[in-house]
């Protein structure tokens, strides 16, 4: 379940999770509705520095609350002369905090503080060169010319008084200022995105330099912090309760938990029967033999397959898996009496995708969606603070072996939503079978940390093949490999044409069901990283 499903939240609408991180330094990322808002906030982390993104027009009282040590104002897809363009507080330049515009942000600061935007007609998109003129604190250690990725049609002409120009391109006048003695920052280019080679120096500059922060957002202190905060909230008596999917976010909840509060963790792992093949054995191997934590185990195959006799709409079988689950998760949860907490593998990227008021809803999201409040728990959420690569450095510390660490995620309705059509137990089995040949395959070519998800995909159609001089008429199994950083935006995996060869062969050749294997070479956007 910690996985598979999370409670939704709308935390950019109230201040109720203001002192989560108040022990560390904390910069704030303004979201104008960029494309790499999250992104800028990970960037932030990986230098140590919590951050967190909280949207535009965010209250200057709730932002006081959090006392950020700096704030970032995003990129955005509008004009700042538009007239419904998002813009703040104006107050917010006065808080006597330092603030860093990236792209729109820095248009924005410029208009705002009385420089000059101008709509020039011509636009800058991709790799671009910078020209340093000035390094002040912004652009400290870079060469005078450097490599940055622009994406921007307006451009900041004049600046405000007091700002110098550190920086320029093609395509803008002024690609970076700054301020020093009020706080102020400002840089066209993004920063954020690997195309600038030296923007993560950029970002340490205004960390660091400007808003004097310290590197302690560390594993190490993640750990400490966490099994604090679940002592004090669970105390010395009380038990709780996980659902456990066994995957890397259930298996660090679990470890953290357990280590907060020992054997007063009890966990509850459902064996759907959609899970990968033989993963169920490896779960409960880890977990009472190696983890040493103590789980209910529960055999329901029978019991999903027999409520999915033909469903084949994805919504659906989204909404009756969830629901089986909830419902035996409250069969075995009602025999601990004593358990008042219910913990659940809640990340911060669930937290931004299900409470941002721009999201759209595409599908019912396999991370979002909770058990009900009726059960009458007390909510526990040890990584709601953590983006998945996180989650994965916090596991490193302690101690979780690499297949768990570095597993794929995996949805909560598990292969039910990868099978396109009825799903049935010998479809599972087909399934089983040709993934964990693509799975051994792909670990073989060295290739599995690299990807962001690789899996095989059954469509119910059959088509015709060749095979030993007769006509097969059979499934086909559908490839798909993505690379990203958090599942928001994926691309398609470039897999060499050996590798593709390899699995396509294997596949036919041990899984007689099927007779053809093709490769997914879409991206997110517009398709989505799963089929259903």
Known sequence: MTDATAPEHRPHE?????????????VLVLDFGAQYGQLIARRVRECHVYSQLIPFDAPLDEIRARRPRGLILSGGPMSVY??????????????????????????LMALELGGTVTRTGASEFGKTRLCVAEHGTMLAGLDDTEQCWMSHRDCITAPPDGFVTLARSDGAPIAAMEDRARGLFAVQFHPEVV??????????????????C?????????????????????????RAVLGLSGGVDSTVAAV??????????????????????????????????????PLIAVD????????????????RKRKIIGEEFIRCF???SRKLTDAKFLVQGTLYSDVIESGTRQAAKIKSHHNVGGLPEKMGFELVEPLRLLFKDEVRAVGEQLGLPERIVWRQPFPGPGLGIRIIGEVTAERVDILQRADAILQEEVKNAGLYRELWQCFAILPVIRSVGVQGDERTYAYPIAIRAVRSDDAMTADWARLPYELLETVSSRIIN???????????????????????
């Open 300 to 315: 329901a195959r029978r019991r999903f397959l027999d409520r999915l006799v033909g469903v084949t709409d994805p919504e």
């Open 82 to 107: 538009v007239d419904d363009a998002p813009r703040p507080d104006p107050a917010l330049f006065d808080l006597g905090v330092p603030v860093l515009g990236i792209c729109y942000g820095a248009q």
């Open 214 to 238: 310290g590197p302690t957002w560390t594993p190490a202190s993640i750990i400490e912090e966490q099994v604090a905060r679940i002592r004090a909230q669970v105390g010395p008596h009380d």
């Open 330 to 332: 409250e069969e075995e």
């Open 510 to 532: 041990e899984v007689p069901e099927v007779n053809r294997v093709v490769y997914d070479v879409s991206s997110k956007p517009p398709s989505t990283i799963e089929w259903e």
């Open 195 to 212: 195309h600038t080679p030296r923007g993560m120096d950029v970002l340490g500059n205004f960390l660091y330099q400007a808003c004097g």
């Open 14 to 26: 109230t201040p109720a999770h203001i002192d989560e991180a108040a022990g560390y330094d904390t």
């Open 256 to 293: 953290l938990v357990h280590k907060a509060i020992g054997d007063r963790l009890v966990c509850v792992f459902i064996d759907q029967g959609m899970m990968r093949e033989s993963e169920a054995e490896h779960v409960v191997e880890m977990f009472t033999e190696h983890l040493k934590i």
